[in-house]
Structures are given as C-alpha cells and as structure tokens.
C-alpha cells in the first residue's frame, strides 16, 4: 500500500498534529528497518487470525462455539498486533523505547491471563443460565431466547 | 509500503473486523452473546489505542490508555458476567433441573 | 522473606510504569509499594513454606511449559481460523461437554490447567466444581485429545512434581 492509499483512508483532511509531536518520541520514521518489517509481519498475522475470530463470532451455530472463537482468537491476535507495533516501535534502542515495549509487555501479558478467565467466567454463567448447547443431531439454534426463564 | 501506510491500514482493519462482533452485539440470541462481543471489542479497543498512538507518535502516552482499557474492559465483563448469573439463579422458583447440587465443602472457586 | 520479594516485584512494577528516575518520583513508589506490601502481601505466594530457590526452579520450569502453550495457541488460532472459513471446517462442528476429575491439588495448579485447556484448540473450559472438570469442546477429535491427559502431566510437572504420573 502507498502513501496516497494512506491518505485517501484518512479522508483528505491532513493530520496536522504537530502540537502533539512537540515533545515526543520519534516513532515513524521514513524508511523501513528489518525491525520494521518483522512488526509488520507480526501485526499482519495478528490481523488475520482476529478475520478468523470474527468470522467465527459471525458464523458460528451457538454461544458456546463462538466462545470458542472469541476466546482464542482474541487472546493471539491482540498478543501479536502489539508485539507488532512494539518492534515497529523499538527502532532508535533508547531508554523511552525500551519503557514503551516493557509496557506493551506488560499488556500483553495481562490480555494472556485474562482473556481465558473472563471467557471462563461467562461461559459458566451461560452454562448455569440454562443456555443449551448445540449437539450434532440438533437442528434447532438456539433452544432458549432471551427474555425467557 | 511505509510505516505510516501500514499502520493506518492495520487501524482500518481492525475497526472493519470489530463490525461482525457489533453485529453480535445488535442480534445475539442470548444476552451472553452480547456479553462476548462486546468484550471482543473492548480488547481490540486496547489494540487500536496503541495503534493511534503509533500513527501520532505519542505511542508513551497512549500505551497508559490502552493499559487501563484492558484493565477496565476485564473487570467489567467479569462484573457483568457474575451479575447475569446471579440474579438469574437467586429466585425462590426451583434452579434449573440440569444444575447439579453444590458441594459446599468442595467449592473451591 | 516474602514480604520483601514482594515489596522489590511491586517496586518494579511501579519504575516501569512511570518511567522517570529522579528521587522524587522512586521515593513516592518506594513508600507506595511499602504500604501496599504491608496491607495485603498475604494475598500474594499463598503457599510460603516453599523457599525460595523452589520458587525460582518453578520459574524456570513454568517458562519451558508457557512457550509450549503459545505453540499450542497458535494451533488452536489455525484451528478456528478453519473452522469458520472453510465449509468443511463448519460441517466438522459437533459440540460436547466433557465432565473428567483432576488430580492436581493447588489452586493455582488449577486455575493454569483451566486456562490451559481453554487457549488449547478446541475445548473451554466451562466450570471447575472441586475436582471435577466441566469442559465443552467443539468436535470429537478434540475431546480424545483432552482425554490423553497430556496438558495435565505438563502442568503438574511444573507445580507438582511429587504427584506427577
């Protein structure tokens, strides 16, 4: 994708941010390092496996299939957009950089520890709720609506 | 492809993938449905922050949002999950048939 | 002896976060992590008859079975990646819940087996009643490979060595 690609996303109006820039970290610089490149891949794999999380979300029969969907395609996807973006950032090695990816770390490994557990939590007050799973032999979608019981 | 290009696409992309979840949350059947897509969108807001904070340049100060959105979007859909259970099951009508008997002692969790 | 581990892990925490180094802003996390370290360090290492240097093998152990899982997350991300856009893939779709008792003991043992078995392809975990497992997985191939009882006898490698199988 070129610039021009870029811009016409943003709409034509420029990003006149320079009041941010003022005392900030140099992030995007113009030319592409091998660090570049390997966060871009990162990210990009990241991007399709959340296609995959949210087509499942989208397609898939009943609750619990798409707690399948959304609870192990968010956990990947999410962990490998920022470590993406954490190398894209990474490229001048200095000490603010190295913060910014202890943090984005650190995300990281907060989405790993609690993206199960929230799954964990819903799928049991689904389970408990009286959502019926779907089995093979069963054609209809989803026995209980909401409002019920 | 430069990096600003990439990013902005990867920032489109990821507002394009959260509509199938928004759709989730418009139509799901059950309330949980909702519940699961609206957590999906709220981790993946974490992701576009870092994102735009990449695009802006100022990656230092919104690596705190996203960290605080990721920290607030776990503590909400747990609290919501744990009401939407409770109050279902508090009713002096009979529990569900299905639900096995708790053993008090065993209850660990 | 703890309580001092966990008072440096919270100063830690907090010189990452704020990022700056001058002795206004490591003397405000130093007293912070003091009065948190004093307030509820009996939340943290709940087991503290374990010393240290079990503590530090258990580290290092956990660090081998965590990059085995993120190669198990990866397959379970290619898993539901074919199964939601391939028609075959939808047609393998045969949901069931597994009930099955664990031999681990440790609470922390179990919440990492529970979380375990939920990043690995195809299976949830849906509730955890005392011992027994309650576990919902999407077709039968990934229900037999629960069974093998594989993930178990990694998990208690790392936090239980003594009732490993």
Known sequence: MSMDVADSFVGGFSLDLGFLAEASVETIHSGLSALDVCGMILASVGLVFFLGAAVGLYRFPDFYTRMHAAGKGDTLSSLLILLGFGLITLDDFSMVGWLLVVKLLAIVLFIMLTSPTSTHALMRAGFEDGVEPVTKGSSSKNTKKEGES | ?109 | MYPFLIFFLLLLNWVAFSGKFDAFHLGLGAFSALVVTLLSQDLLFSDRKKSLGDRLSEAGRFLRYALWLLWQIALANVHVFKLAITGSGQAEIAPKVVTFKTKLKSDFAKFVFANSITLTPGTITIALRGNEFLVHAISEATAKDLATGEMERRVAEVFEPEVAV
């Not at chain 2, 992309?13 to 709220?42: E, H, K, Q, W």
């Open chain 2, 1 to 109: 492809m430069t990096v600003e290009g990439f990013t902005v696409f990867a920032g489109a992309a990821l507002f394009v993938l959260m509509l199938p979840a928004l759709y989730r949350v418009a139509v799901g059947p059950t309330s949980f449905d909702r519940l699961v897509a609206v957590n999906v969108i709220g981790t993946k807001t974490a992701v576009l922050l870092v994102v735009i904070g990449t695009l802006f340049g100022r990656l230092d100060m919104f690596v705190d949002f996203a960290l605080a959105y990721a920290l607030l979007n776990f503590v909400a859909s747990l609290a919501v999950a744990r009401y939407l259970n409770r109050t279902r099951s508090m009713p002096a009508k009979k529990p569900a048939k299905r639900r096995t008997p708790r053993k008090k002692k065993a209850r660990a969790s």
